[in-house]
Structure formats: C-alpha cells, structure tokens
C-alpha cells in the first residue's frame, strides 16, 4: 500500500510540473490537440498508479515524450501560420450581421439551440444586435455587437477618470498578507485605521480587505465580526 502511495504522488507530481512547463496557454484553453495529450498522459499515468507489476519509467517516459512532443508543436505553432492552421483550424463565423451562418453551424457540428444558450449566457439575447459572432479554434464563442449596441465608455462621453490599478490583498481569510501591506507601502497605523472605519478591531475579524493604487479599500467582514 506505501508503495502505491509513493508510486501516485510520483506521478501526481510529475505531470504538475510537465504541464506547468507547458506554459499557461495550454492550461488556461485546450486546442484539439491539447486534449488529446491531456487524455493519453491521464491514462498512462493510471496504469503504472494501479499495478506495481509495472515499473514506474514505463509511465514516466512516455509522459516524458508527450509533453516533449506538445512543446515543438506549440513551437511550430508559433513559427508557422500553415501548421498553426493544419493542427488547430480556423475561427468560423457563425453569425454575420445579425443573421445566422446555417452553412458553418453544420460544418462545424454545433446546434442552433447551443449557438443560442452561448449567447445568452455572454448577454445576448437577439441576433439583431450581433455584428460578428466567431467559434474560435478552442470551441469558445467570441461575440462583437454592433457598435451601436456597445456600452458607452468614459472616453466617448469625454468623461476624466481615474485609474485604480490592480487591487492587492491585504488581509485574506483573517489572515494579515504583510509582504502586501509593506508592498504597497503603508504601516500597521494605516491598516488599523481602515479597519476602524469598516468597524473592525482586529484584522481576523475580516474576511477580505483589499487597497488599490489610489488608496481605496474593500472590506468584507466576517459573519462572527457582525455579531
């Protein structure tokens, strides 16, 4: 049984940091290709997990020789338009000034109840206001509207505003962040008195408490703190 254990967290591990390697593309969206690796490297790693007949390299080095492999294609990706095209296809658009390409939703296997539920679920409800609505190559749906039913921008109602910048955590879970709080440059003075103005004492009576770059907080107390 410790044998197995050891043999899991091997493997566990190892894939982590194959993957990882692989850079964030290939973790934050799956092309075709992708998923085929994603689905063999999980097979292989669950037979040598199970049977401790098999030596552990006979599911380390094809894992090895997979992920090797996925890094010169994504090079290849990104060197060569033609291969880029070959492996992961092209965007298709499905929806050209508010009318629905039928041609390119049977080409591409996707129902007009599905067209529909994605674009309700990115806020659009009618055709009528979609200038372009393309399947990209990683099955996403990517949606431009009209111009006229874009959200209106500070910058058109030439309104001046501020930037904010990047919150940054300064109390997580109770939990003071104090690499964060020195980062951006204020004291415990400071953070005790952005407490008191939430109403709390102590920084594990709040759940989350973030400050960006103009000085502005967000608090969330914790339930018990309300009590």
């Known amino acids: 049984m410790f044998v197995v254990l050891i043999r899991t967290v091997v493997l566990y591990l190892f894939i982590i940091v194959g993957i990882r390697l692989l850079g964030k593309h290939q973790i934050g969206e799956l092309e075709p290709s992708e998923l085929v690796l994603t689905l063999i490297i999980a097979d292989l790693a669950s037979v040598p997990m199970q049977d401790n007949g098999i030596p552990l390299l006979s599911g380390l080095i094809p894992i090895v020789v997979l992920l090797c492999l996925s890094s010169i294609i994504s090079v290849l990706c990104t060197q060569s338009i033609k291969f880029r095209t070959l492996l992961c296809g092209k965007p298709s658009i499905v929806v050209e000034n508010g009318l629905v390409l039928e041609a390119e939703l049977k080409k591409n296997r996707l129902t007009l109840d599905e067209l529909m539920e ?37 910058a058109q109602m030439k309104v001046t505003t501020q930037e904010t910048g990047l919150p940054v955590v300064l109390i997580s879970d109770g939990r003071l962040l104090e690499h964060n709080l020195k980062g951006a440059g204020y004291e415990h003075n400071w953070l005790e008195k952005q407490l ?22 967000y608090c969330v107390p914790k339930k018990e703190a309300g009590k």
């Open 118 to 154: 994605e674009l309700r679920i990115q806020g659009y409800a009618d055709f009528k206001s979609i200038k372009f609505a393309l399947l990209e190559t990683n099955g996403q749906l990517s949606v431009l509207p009209f111009s006229a039913e874009k959200p209106v921008t500070a």
């Open 196 to 217: 008191a103005v939430h109403g709390l004492h102590s920084p594990r009576q709040a759940f989350l408490l973030t400050v960006d770059e103009g000085g502005n907080t």
